[in-house]
Structures are given as C-alpha cells and as structure tokens.
C-alpha cells in the first residue's frame, strides 16, 4: 500500500498564525497556535500547532512530503518599498520603524522558517520541501477545495495581502483560478478597519464589534462615504480616496481630514459609546454591503456559476453574506469557517496538492463540505480528562451515561444556569460551534445582559448567536440555507417576534425591549447570526438541543465561545477549568465530566481579566 501524501500548512508573521495537515488531499487537522499559547492572535510561528497536528497524523514533521506558506514575502517587502517610495516624505517615521524589521527578520523569512521548521525535527529537511502561495490563492484555495460545490465563483476581500486585497476567480475540478483583482492601497478590508479604528475598537479584531454596533445606529453618513472615501464601480471595482486615511504611511488608519468630514477625533478605547458611533458604524456596513453585492453579481455573471464561496477577513462580515443570499445575488454560498489569515494555512496546503502537484479533487457529494464541521482540533479522552482536571484541584462526577450527561445539562440550562461546554475536537477558525462553547437559555431576556457582563466581560451591545438544530431552523428562522459555521445572519421568523414598540427608544435602551421568544438572540433589528446544527457532525450538541427541546419546547440554544473577554477560545481541560473559576458560570461540562462551581475550592476562584489585553 502507497504511502500517504502529507502536506503541512503554515501561516505566520501577520496575526493569526496557524498549521494545517492534509493527508491525499483529506483534512487531517488544523489549529490556531493563539490556543496553545494563549495570546490572542498570535503572530509567531505556529510551533505548537504544528506539534499537534503532526500528532494527530501519527508523523514526524521528516515524514512530511511538502510544507505549504500561505503568502510569498518578498512580494510583501516589495509593496511595502512601493508605498513607501510611492509617498516620500510622508511616512518616514513608519518607513523607519518599519524597515529594521523587515531587514532584520522578515525580508529573510525562508531562513526563519526553515530554523524554527528543524527546530521541531532536526532530521526535517525544509529546503527541499518548502513551497510559497500567494495570499490570496491561499484565501480561494481554502474557500473553493473544501466546499460543497463541484464549481463555483470564487471571491477573497481581505485587507492586504502581499499586493491584492480582492481576487475574483473560479473553481472546477482541480482547478482554480484567478481573473482579476484589486490591490493595495485600495481596499475594501482597510477601509472597514478605518472605521473600526475611528469607532474606538482594535483593528484586526474589534471588526465585529463595529458590526454588531451597526444595528443600533441609521446609516446617515452612507452617502457621505460613498462621495468622499469610496467609488464603487457597477463591476463591484472599487478605489479609495487615500487623502483621507494614514494606512500607506502613517501609524494610524485614519488622519485629521477624515476627522474633519466625520466631526471629530476617533473614540478612545473603553470610551463612551454615542449614537454618532452607532450611526458611522451602520453606514460603513451598508457600504460595505453594496461593494460585496457588486462583486458577487460580476463574478457570478463573468463566470456563469451563481454558486459562490468566499474567504478573506471581510468574509467573516456575516450580516453582508447573509444579504447576498437574501437578495437573491447568489444561488449558494460557501464560507471558509477559518476565513482570515488562519485559513490560509490551509489554503496553502490544499493548492499545493492540487494545483502544484496537480491531484484530483473528489467531487463532492449529498451536499457536505470536507471541513469536518470544522472540528479539527485536540481532542481529550475521558481519563486524559480527568487526569488534568484532578491536577488543577478540580472537583468533579464523571457521567458516563451520554443520555443522563445530556438530560442533566438541559436542565441546568432550562433553569437558567450558565454553562460551560467542552466536548470532542476544538473548532478551527474565529467561531466556537459547540465543541468550546458558552451555552445559555435563549428564552430568558436577561441572559444576554448576564453573560456580556458577568460571563464574558465585555461591552453590553454585544449580541449572542443562537444554535439551533437544521431540522428546526425554518421555525425558527427565516433562512433556508445550512449556516453551520455561523456565518450568516438571517431574520428571526416572524411568527416569533413580538409587536414592535410605536416609541422604540434610541442608542443601547433599545437592548431592553424583548424583540421575540428568544430575546437572547435576538438583535435589535429583529435578525441573529444563525449556526444549524447537524447530527452528522456534532451528534452530542444536537443531541443536548434535541433535550432542551423536551424541557422546553425550544430548540434553539446560546452558544457563545468559552473564553473571556481578550482571551483566546479555550483548548485544554485546564484551560476550561481556569475561565469556569475566573468568571460567574455555574457548571461546567467536559467531556463527561460534571462540575458544579458551588462544589469548588473557594481559593481556586480566579481574577485573571488583567492577564488579557482587551480586543
């Protein structure tokens, strides 16, 4: 028998490194390395990621046939000397921090991986095996190759990658390519990032945050982004007027004359949040919206497929992908579940086995794409499990009887109790969907208030998304499409609803009106970024929902990730049991082990937020 075909996949040196390891083309594994070491979108090499995916295949890094990096650095130093040159003198202060970097670790970078590559394998030889793919070939790969489409139109929107921040293209087969694209500095992702940046909120990671303030606020400063900051052709091409940003050269997004157009200076971190916020966010979002609609229907048309996937971080902008179907621009839509840089390792994995080794890609049947439900990370067995629980002083019954764990857990949770759910292999990509969850009682208005504030520690508008079983969603939802990775946001279902308020207050007031009979997931516009459950792939998790249907007659469930506020999604047993004592949830459930937090040590309890820089 011929021996595997192993391709490891790494991306690394911007934010979200990651590894990813295919075995003929099958996806064997994959993980961010931010859950091993803890530190939220971690740059570094992925070592630990690639220590456990390594594992999970049963190999030695030797016994790797080709690795995979997910961009091409030279092409990166390349657009940054442009740009640079393109703008002289402005920027010299960035050019100047900038350059001693990229001199001293970056424009070398085949030289770095292959150290920290022989670092974990001295007998790994690197130079024979290692393989560049341009960024956004990395985005269409890991958007075309694992979905369910045997063709599709292909789209990537990101920030930047080395020169491209869109690539429109198409996959048939084996083959993939891309017809055109936009590139830096003009770019649809930095340009949502400008406005996460004025709104107050991180680039790189508060993006959702702007999405989810969008709702609260009218888009009344829409036309004026459409005048002065973008043209949006109907072809979905696009340009910046860069007069108004400070990406190109400065250290920020954005400079005083987009202050000026805006009416003032951006938000300070952690400041208030006014309805002028509220409304910039909204229009940035329909903006943003339009721009993506314009490229789906060109792409579609030019290619002649209306299935369409997508990848690139403003792949992840879910409201936007739930109106490109709602609206009727696409027949089908596929999201990358890892779709920022993470995927990428993945995607540079998956063309190098299809495009430069030129295999064959199986065509895709009974409509079920090949990422596993995105369950690909560790896993701990039950006696693994209580091992590191007894080591951390934990206090726990372990329940081997699956339907008594499930009944037990519905019921905490139909009380109304907040519990911590790890189960199976953790989740790739930015989404916990039910393997390293947060789970609570949609129904209860004040579920989202306590689990923001006294769970999650984070800003109170945040909205939570429901997890509800696919064979229910239509009663729920007014979607008809699988949405198993989160990636959509869909209206709640009318006959749900409640009457609307004829004097709805403004701003976060709003937060208290009960929209619907699952208020917790309900956002203030009457919609929620929807996850259909599937037996297939997450038989425990639809089973607890098929349970806390019995208890409640509702099949729908909180489900946010495990972590706090500015922490990474929690990987280990330990890691579960840390946040579980570091925050005010009452059960935790891992594996088949059973915690109560009134039965722990007092002293185990944890204030650990400081820890965390906040995202």
């Known amino acids: 028998m011929a021996a595997s075909l192993r391709i490891l996949g790494v991306s690394a040196f911007y934010h979200?490194?990651?590894?990813?390891?295919?075995?003929?083309?099958?996806?064997?594994?994959?993980?961010?390395?931010?859950?091993?070491?803890?530190?939220?979108?971690?740059?570094?090499?992925?070592?630990?990621?690639?220590?456990?995916?390594?594992?999970?295949?049963?190999c030695r890094l030797s016994e790797v046939d080709h690795i995979a990096f997910y961009d091409k650095p030279f092409l990166k130093f390349e657009r940054l000397l442009e740009t640079y040159l393109a703008f002289v003198p402005r920027g010299f202060r960035s050019f100047a921090m900038a350059m001693p970097v990229w001199l001293g670790e970056k424009l070398f970078q085949k030289d770095g991986l292959i150290r920290s590559l022989k670092a974990i394998d001295p007998d790994c030889d690197p130079m024979s095996r290692l393989l560049f793919t341009e960024h956004h070939l990395s985005h269409a790969a890991s958007a075309f190759y694992p979905s369910p489409f045997a063709r599709a139109a292909v789209l990537t929107i990101d920030g930047v990658g080395e020169w491209a921040t869109t690539t429109a293209g198409y996959g048939e087969g084996k083959s993939l390519r891309i017809d055109r694209e936009i590139?830096?500095?003009?770019?649809?992702?930095?340009?949502?990032?400008?406005?996460?940046?004025?709104?107050?909120?991180?680039?790189?990671?508060?993006?959702?945050?702007?999405?989810?303030?969008a709702p609260y606020g009218a888009p009344r400063y829409a036309d004026l982004i459409r005048d002065h900051l973008i043209d949006i052709k109907p072809d979905g091409s696009f340009r910046l007027d860069l007069s108004y940003f400070d990406y190109c050269t400065g250290l920020t997004m954005t400079n005083a004359r987009f202050d000026q157009l805006f009416g003032g200076p951006p938000r300070a971190p952690e400041g208030p949040v006014e309805q002028r916020h509220m409304d910039i966010a909204a229009s940035v979002q329909v903006?943003?919206?339009?721009?993506?609609?314009?490229?789906?229907?060109?792409?579609?048309?030019?290619?002649?497929?209306?299935?369409?996937?997508?990848?690139?971080?403003?792949?992840?902008?879910?409201?936007?992908?739930?109106?490109?179907?709602?609206?009727?621009?696409?027949?089908?839509?596929?999201?990358?579940?890892?779709?920022?840089?993470?995927?990428?390792?993945?995607?540079?994995?998956?063309?190098?086995?299809?495009?430069?080794?030129?295999?064959?890609?199986?065509v895709p049947s009974g409509g079920a794409d090949a990422m596993a439900g995105a369950y690909l990370g560790p896993e701990y067995t039950t006696a693994e499990t209580e091992r590191r629980l007894t080591a951390v002083g934990a206090i726990f019954e372990t329940i081997d009887n699956e339907p008594s764990l499930i009944a037990r857990t519905a019921k905490a949770l139909s009380e109304g109790r907040g519990v911590g759910?790890?189960?199976?292999?953790?989740?790739?990509?930015?989404?916990?969907?039910?393997?390293?969850?947060?789970?609570?009682?949609?129904?209860?208005?004040?579920?989202?208030?306590?689990?923001?504030l006294k769970i999650k520690y984070r800003e109170s508008f945040?909205?939570?998304?429901?997890?509800?079983?696919?064979?229910?969603?239509?009663?729920?939802?007014?979607?008809?499409?699988?949405?198993?990775?989160?990636?959509?946001?869909?209206?709640?279902?009318?006959?749900?609803?409640?009457?609307?308020?004829?004097?709805?207050?403004?701003?976060?007031?709003?937060?208290?009106?009960?929209?619907?009979?699952?208020?917790?997931?309900?956002?203030?516009?009457?919609?929620?970024?929807?996850?259909?459950?599937?037996?297939?792939?997450?038989?425990?998790?639809?089973?607890?929902?098929?349970?806390?249907?019995?208890?409640?007659?509702?099949?729908?469930?909180?489900?946010?990730s495990f972590n706090i506020r500015g922490e990474p999604i929690v990987c280990t047993p330990e890691d579960a049991f840390r946040c579980f004592m570091g925050c005010e949830l009452d059960v935790l459930v891992v594996g088949d082990c059973w915690l109560e937090k009134s039965a722990q040590d007092p002293a185990l309890k944890t204030d650990y937020r400081g820890e965390f820089d906040l995202d």
């Open 462 to 560: 945040r909205p939570f998304a429901p997890a509800v079983r696919r064979d229910k969603l239509a009663e729920w939802f007014a979607l008809d499409s699988d949405s198993p990775y989160m990636l959509l946001v869909a209206p709640v279902a009318e006959h749900r609803l409640t009457p609307a308020a004829a004097d709805e207050p403004a701003g976060f007031e709003r937060l208290k009106i009960v929209r619907s009979a699952i208020p917790a997931v309900t956002h203030v516009d009457g919609s929620a970024r929807v996850q259909t459950v599937h037996p297939e792939t997450n038989p425990r998790f639809h089973a607890l929902l098929e349970r806390f249907e019995v208890e409640t007659g509702c099949p729908v469930l909180v489900n946010t």
């Open 287 to 362: 903006v943003t919206e339009e721009a993506m609609i314009a490229l789906a229907r060109h792409v579609t048309a030019e290619t002649g497929c209306r299935d369409l996937v997508l990848a690139g971080g403003v792949a992840l902008n879910c409201v936007a992908n739930g109106r490109l179907l709602r609206d009727g621009v696409v027949d089908r839509l596929w999201v990358q579940p890892a779709a920022g840089d993470a995927g990428g390792a993945l995607g540079a994995a998956l063309a190098a086995h299809h495009l430069h080794l030129e295999h064959d890609r199986p």
């Open 16 to 58: 979200d490194s990651a590894a990813a390891l295919i075995e003929d083309g099958r996806i064997v594994a994959a993980a961010q390395e931010e859950r091993f070491t803890r530190k939220k979108h971690d740059a570094g090499f992925p070592t630990q990621a690639i220590e456990y995916c390594l594992a999970k295949a049963g």
């Open 421 to 452: 759910w790890m189960q199976g292999r953790m989740e790739f990509g930015p989404r916990a969907l039910g393997n390293r969850s947060i789970l609570g009682d949609p129904r209860d208005p004040a579920t989202q208030k306590n689990l923001n």
């Open 183 to 213: 590139r830096f500095p003009h770019s649809l992702g930095l340009l949502y990032s400008a406005f996460t940046y004025y709104c107050g909120f991180k680039v790189n990671s508060g993006e959702y945050k702007l999405m989810g303030l």
